[in-house]
């Protein structure tokens, strides 16, 4: 990268922080936020305060460790219009080549090694790929072929935290917060997304969401498509034989060979992805005794 370009890209970020600066409130939030941003830009591995204090302020890592903490856990700022705002700003560039075409269900997970943090559980961690101690957030990002955003960002209160009141004060979860679980998280920033006026796509969700009735059928009323991946043991009742409830495996299985098709793809670097597929119209079945 020559000298031109990385100008161009520090005078960009600058820009890209004044316009964030604009929704946290108090003039005294500017410098840390960009310090924040720029901590978070130059430092590897785990993303901490400490590090970035120390990338951000060599001369004072004690003071600026302490104003990063301030700003970042006790500075009354709202990350909704800090994410309202990024939307704003992010969104036309990745809609120049192509319109948004997908919204995408998510969680992230953090391992934590204590049980202090907020919300720190053990829950199945998708950095481990296991069970964890660890804290979780509901994501939804739009995308296109092109890019993506995160447009929102939840952390799960799992029930345990939610009606431990003596914990909940400890740490200062605020009153308002009650247990959700994650598909209830999910369906929330869709339709806030909707109200927002966000440019709908079909909504894009693994297993661990595309297997909650109530989400889909929800996402279903406010109007948009959607695909979601389930687990074999879902009942389901073909078009073709309306009557007869069975697992999606056990339909699976009595599909013909020529049903099925293999299909490869994955755009990019990472090795493409191969796999059959056969499609079948069905809905899902009521359960019994309904």
Known sequence: MDFAAIIDGVESFAAYVGELASVIGHVGRVAPLHDYCAGLLASEGRRSVEPMAAL???????????????????????????????????????????PIKAWIIDDTSYPKQGNHSVGVHHQYCGQLGKQANCQAAVTLSIANH??????????????????????????????TVRFMTKPQIALMQITAALKAGVAPGVVLMD?????????????????????????????????????????????????????????????GSAEKLTSRFARVRVRTAPSKGA
């Open 207 to 267: 297993a661990s969401y595309g297997t909650n009735a109530g989400l889909r059928f929800g996402i279903a009323a406010l109007g948009l498509t959607y695909a979601g991946a389930i687990v074999p043991t879902v009942k389901v009742c073909a078009v073709a034989e309306p009557q007869e409830r069975v697992s999606v495996k056990t339909l699976a299985l009595r599909l013909p060979k020529h049903a099925w098709r293999t299909i490869t793809w994955r755009e």
């Open 56 to 98: 951000t302020a060599p001369a004072e890592v004690s003071v600026q460790h302490q104003r990063l903490l301030h700003f970042v856990g006790e500075a009354d700022w709202s990350d909704a219009r800090v994410l309202m705002k990024v939307r704003q700003l992010v969104v036309p560039v990745i809609e120049d080549g192509e």
């Open 146 to 175: 092109h890019a993506s955003l995160p447009t929102a960002h939840q952390l799960y209160l799992p029930k345990a935290w939610a009606t431990d009141a003596a914990r909940r004060r400890k740490a200062h979860v605020p009153k």
